[in-house]
Structure formats: structure tokens, C-alpha cells
């Protein structure tokens, strides 16, 4: 099955740009999914990035995708304390294959 | 308003009982997934069901149980034969597999405490 890794943990100053990295292992997968998930909630769907694509932009989220090294990252311009979140990266073979969640902290 | 609902918020359970978490969906959804969230692990698996009076094992169905006898419900039961329940509990649902270009829609979670 699909193995979906990013890294646990990102601390980011309010107003900079947030970088979250996730990288997957089934280049079969059509689509690729950011969600984000406030404390006690569940998860809401951010945006996606179908596979043919390389670049997807949505108001302050910016998703690239990199099919070759199998990288999709996603970016968060003038970051809030509402952005404050876990951020999970998903890849779909026959289901949805979720990463750990990236836990974002925004500080003043 | 279409949505998923997960019913109670917040469980509590005995040592040695099965409880059941409610999951309903007026999306008109096909298919319908629980996932177990613990902390710094992400989601992971526990069933899936594609079609109604169907369902298969994810990755940790060992101590569960599901049920779909209807489109809207896919209620989960955690059984006592699960040594360590204590998770929240997130139930999802799609449109057909093959139509994934709006993902997964989640309820809002049932946190699940042994006491």
C-alpha cells in the first residue's frame, strides 16, 4: 500500500510563509490531498492536486508537486494563529492513505 | 445542510464492555471509513465499507466490529477483545472510489476513554 511521511513538527513567526513537506510512495496516485485539523475536530479538506498538475494555487495556499521525487508541499503565505493546526497529507490508491499530520504552531 | 455526524462526542468504558460509536451520513455518500487517531501516529485504517451490507478490515480491525446495513449508518463497535481502546475516532465518507477528486468528508470525532 501507499506509505505517506511528513515531519511532525513546524514553529512558524505570525505573518511568514509556512512550508509543510510530505512525500508518498505510489506514483499511481491520482489525486494528493492537504487536510487540516483544529484540536478536537476532525478533518477538513484544504485543497487537492490531481497527479498531471504541478502547481495548484488557492488564496494563501500554494500546493506544488514534484511526481518525479514524489514530493507535495504546501504553502501558507502571511500565516495566522488561526492557521495554528495539525496539517495532514493524503494519497489515494483504492483509499486514502494519510501522513502522521504535520502539528503547525504559529507564534506572535 | 449535507454532512457526517458522529455520535456521543465524548465515550466512556468500563473495563470488559463493548460500546458502539454512531456514524450517520445524509451525503448520499457509497462509501463510508472509521479511522483511530492517537497521538503523533496520524490515521490509521480500522474498516471500510464500499456498498451497503459490504465491508472489509483496514489495517487494525483486530478488536472491532462494523455494521452496514444501511447507506446513511456504518456504526463501530469496540469490542472488549481491544486491550487498548482509548483513541478518538474519526468517521469519513466518499463518493465512489474511483471518484476521488473531493476526498473524504469527516465526521467531528468521538473520543473514546477507558476508565
Known amino acids: 500500500g501507499e506509505d505517506v511521511e511528513q515531519s511532525l513538527f513546524l514553529s512558524v513567526r505570525e505573518g511568514d510563509s509556512s512550508v509543510i513537506n510530505c512525500t508518498y510512495t505510489d506514483s499511481s496516485s491520482t489525486y494528493l490531498y492537504w487536510y487540516k485539523q483544529e484540536p478536537g475536530a476532525g478533518l477538513q479538506l484544504l485543497t487537492y492536486?490531481?497527479?498531471?498538475?504541478d502547481m495548484k494555487q488557492d488564496q494563501r495556499l500554494t500546493v506544488l508537486l514534484n511526481k518525479k521525487d514524489k514530493h507535495l508541499s504546501l504553502r501558507i503565505a502571511d500565516t495566522q494563529t488561526g492557521d495554528s493546526a495539525i496539517y495532514f497529507c493524503a494519497a489515494n490508491d483504492y483509499k486514502l492513505s494519510f501522513g502522521a499530520g504535520t502539528t503547525v504552531t504559529v507564534r506572535a | 445542510d449535507g454532512g457526517i455526524t458522529q455520535s456521543p462526542k465524548y465515550l466512556f468504558r468500563k473495563e470488559g464492555q463493548n460500546v458502539t460509536l454512531s456514524c450517520e451520513q445524509n451525503l448520499n455518500h457509497d462509501a463510508m471509513y472509521w479511522y483511530r487517531q492517537d497521538p503523533g501516529q496520524g490515521l490509521r485504517l480500522i474498516y471500510y465499507s464500499q456498498i451497503v451490507n459490504d465491508f472489509q478490515k483496514g489495517d487494525i480491525a483486530e478488536g472491532y466490529s462494523v455494521s452496514r446495513e444501511k447507506k446513511e449508518s456504518f456504526p463501530l463497535t469496540v469490542t472488549s477483545a481491544q486491550k487498548n481502546p482509548t483513541a478518538f475516532y474519526l468517521c469519513?465518507?466518499?463518493?465512489?472510489?474511483?471518484?476521488?477528486?473531493?476526498?473524504?468528508?469527516f465526521g467531528s470525532g468521538t473520543r473514546l476513554t477507558v476508565v
Open positions: 469519513a465518507s466518499s463518493t465512489q472510489p474511483d471518484n476521488l477528486n473531493y476526498g473524504y468528508t
Open positions: 492536486i490531481f497527479s498531471n498538475m
